[in-house]
Nanobody, 122 residues
């Protein structure tokens, strides 16, 4: 059974940092892209960042470039999202996902975690 389990969310003041983790289990993810998406109340789920599991190629949405960094530890089957200089508009539920299609398209991802809440206060 494939599982993606996020952790690391919480409440932080604007300008602060959080590191999200996504622990993957249940299959081999060597050919999978691992992505982070987020969904704010009343909004669509949107792409945040992604990394190829083996190649290490990274992708970011424009609003987080220079502030967020995605990385992975293949030995631990874990993907991280380091979030710095957080803004109130980063407040959302953050989801980890695994897929083999388009990097920025949520429909291309086959597996999803349950999400972790990130709240940034002003």
């Amino acid at each position: 059974q494939v599982q993606l389990v996020e952790s690391g969310g919480g409440l932080v003041q604007a300008g602060g940092s959080l590191r999200l983790s996504c622990a993957a289990s249940g299959r081999t993810f060597s050919n999978y892209v691992m992505g982070w998406f987020r969904q704010a109340p009343g909004k669509e789920r949107e792409f945040v960042s992604a990394i190829t599991w083996s190649g290490g190629s990274t992708h970011y949405t424009d609003s987080v470039k220079g502030r967020f960094t995605i990385s992975r530890d293949n030995a631990k089957n874990t993907v991280y999202l380091q979030m710095n200089s957080l803004k109130p508009e980063d407040t959302a539920v953050y989801y980890c996902a695994a897929g083999r299609g388009g990097v920025r398209t949520k429909g291309s991802y086959d597996y999803w975690g349950q999400g972790t809440q990130v709240t940034v206060s002003s």
